[in-house]
């Protein structure tokens, strides 16, 4: 028996991304063609890019606390975001939210720990890498980190926000990401977080 997942959506490519790999996982622990059951829930990526150009954490958890009701209401027994950004505000967030969440960096910072990764790479948007989410969880288990230097993040930044939430891949941008992990791991990370939204 699974739970009831509630997805809380930002970006339209982080939540088809996250719906599409719990249905293709699924079936490793529940057989064919198996998946546990899905709710999802997003406003606008709009609304959360104002907030977010504002510095607006209460605005950015009041949304995902408006969509957490939603979920709760529709049955979900837990909740998981899939995009990095937002979870800057799971402090304001959490002591309201009716639902328990999965914390998207301590799950990475765990799987980090178990692979036996020393110093990770940051990747993300220039709110994420610019934030205290990956650091944090990090820094807990002892995880060293490394974010990009300031043109890499621009770059970085612009890449996600005008293309990957988009759904556009080019050679370009991933020309960019290989330059930038691969000097990332010339200086000294074994492992990089690829942060996304």
Known sequence: ????????????????L???????????LLGPHAHPEISLHGHS??????????????????????SAAKLADSGADFLICPDNTIHQAMPLLLPHSPLSWLHIAEVVAGEAARRGHRRLGLTGTRWLVDGEVY???LAALDIAWQRPDPAERDE????????????????????????????????GCDAVVLGGS
């Open 1 to 16: 028996m699974t739970g009831h997942i509630g997805i809380v959506a930002c970006s339209a490519e982080g939540a088809a």
């Open 18 to 28: 996250c719906y599409r790999t719990i249905c293709a996982e699924g079936q490793d």
């Open 45 to 66: 990526l709009a609304r959360y890019v104002a907030c977010l150009d504002r510095g607006d954490w209460p605005g950015v958890a009041g949304l995902m606390l408006a």
């Open 135 to 137: 650091p944090e969880k």
């Open 156 to 187: 970085i930044d612009r890449i996600i926000m005008q293309e990957l939430v988009y759904g556009i891949t080019t050679p370009g941008a991933v020309a960019a990401f290989r330059r930038i992990i691969g000097r990332m791991q010339r200086t």
